[in-house]
């Protein structure tokens, strides 16, 4: 395995043995779905993009905030934005997740202009407890 990916397994690794020793049903389910949905997409940087997700949901561990209701939408919330064939709706977890999944799209946005696009974005996030 190359250097540069070795982070990515060890991170994948450690998500996986967390969320299954926290009965994470959600968190379960997007862990693998995410990675299957960014596989050969990479960041500028040239790292594999499943990166992001993973060190988001890392993150919210390490910070405390550990429910399923934050893990899963970190991990899947560029799948729908991302990935043209994925829609929220197509995602493998509970209804709440993938509201809060939709939340998170810029997506929906995309046809505004940018600043009012922003705003409209930047509104919903506030009013969103969970986000």
Known sequence: MEKKFEHVEKTYTFL???LESK???????????A?????????????????????VAQYLINIGLDSDYFIAPSLL????????DI??????VDNEVKRLVDVL???????????????????ALGKEVLV
């Open 16 to 18: 996986r043995g967390y």
């Open 105 to 123: 799209s810029f997506k929906k946005y995309q046809f505004l202009e940018k600043r009012q696009a922003l705003q409209l974005y930047y509104l």
């Open 87 to 92: 829609t929220v709706n197509d995602l493998p």
């Open 77 to 84: 919330h560029d799948v729908p934005e991302d990935v043209p």
């Open 35 to 55: 990675r299957k949905a960014h596989e050969g997409v990479f960041r500028k940087g040239g790292d594999p993009y499943i990166i992001h997700p993973l060190s």
């Open 23 to 33: 009965g994470f049903e959600n968190s379960l389910k997007a862990l693998p779905f």
